[in-house]
């Protein structure tokens, strides 16, 4: 979907909130802080800044982020009782709205950060999460395939890390989830080991289209693909329990290149 000139600016002042929001979650994430506390930060200064939380009230959930420590790979919820200590990484994934209410345009982004000094295996696996958007977003254009993405996230990955291919970037605009699917794996190398799962097969069909709006979310583990959800019904954690990463942006995808908003 193609929208209006001034619809691209009101995502782009969109993107600027959330990219000061994570700025100032990535100051607070020190040992000691909960991740309920967090969120608190991240809504007091998306609102302060005009815009408002578009994961609260999603799908009834209740909080402005989702904060995900160690093999929590997503959806963690904020919690009181959850206190990050030394060593500890943790994903943060939030989303705004600008400008309030109806019409508002969304814009969606991750980081995982690393609490205090942690280990070189931890910094490996945040610093490569990372390089798996860049590598996927390099030369990324209007007339690609958007399957091109998981592809270049698995070949750049070369089975390092566990890729979650249960869990898919997605478009963005209006609402916080929108058509295309965008997967961090090769699609067509599932399909040939067996995968069914038909939302793969109309992955392949799809091309980028000049003024589409998707968000890149690579999650990478440090073991086997895996994962569940726990008890709360929200957080995704990984089945052997190694330590997961995130890392997402929003971008508009231009003729001859990608705009990146976050």
Same mark, same amino acid.
């Given at each position: ?24 979650? *990535?100051? !607070? &994430? =020190?040992?000691?802080?909960?991740? /309920?506390?967090?969120?608190? @930060?991240? +809504? ?89 958007? *860049?590598? !996927? &977003? =390099?030369?990324?254009?209007?007339? /690609?395939?958007?399957?091109? @993405?998981? +592809? ?91 330590? !997961? ?13 990608? +705009?990146?908003?976050?």
């Amino acid at each position: 979907m193609k929208y209006s000139e001034k619809q691209y600016e009101n995502l782009r002042a969109s993107g600027k909130i959330l990219r000061g929001a994570l700025l100032e979650l *990535e100051k !607070a &994430t =020190k040992a000691g802080v909960t991740t /309920l506390e967090l969120d608190k @930060i991240a +809504e007091e200064y998306i609102r302060k800044n005009g815009g408002e939380p578009c994961f609260k009230g999603y799908n009834g959930y209740g909080f402005t982020i989702c904060a995900s420590v160690n093999e929590e790979s997503i959806h963690g919820m904020p919690r009181k009782n959850k206190v990050l200590k030394d060593g500890d990484i943790v994903s943060i994934d939030c989303g705004v709205r600008y400008p309030k209410g109806k019409g508002g345009m969304c814009t969606d982004a991750a980081r995982t950060y690393p609490v205090g000094k942690v280990s070189s295996e931890a910094t490996e696996l945040i610093s490569k999460c990372r390089e798996c958007f *860049e590598v !996927a &977003t =390099k030369d990324l254009k209007a007339g /690609l395939p958007v399957s091109v @993405i998981g +592809e270049k996230i698995e070949s750049f990955i070369n089975g390092r890390y566990g890729i979650i291919d249960t869990f898919f970037g997605h478009g963005i605009g209006e609402k916080i989830h929108e058509e295309p699917l965008v997967p961090n794996f090769d699609v067509r190398k599932a399909i040939a080991g067996g995968d069914s799962r038909e939302r793969l097969r109309k992955v392949i069909e799809i091309q980028l289209q000049e003024g589409m709006i998707i968000c890149i979310e690579p999650m990478i583990n440090c073991g086997k693909k895996f994962v569940k959800t726990a008890k709360d019904g929200w957080t995704v954690v990984t089945k052997d329990g190694k330590l !997961a990463a995130h890392y997402e942006n929003t971008i508009i995808i231009h003729k001859d290149r990608v +705009e990146v908003v976050t």
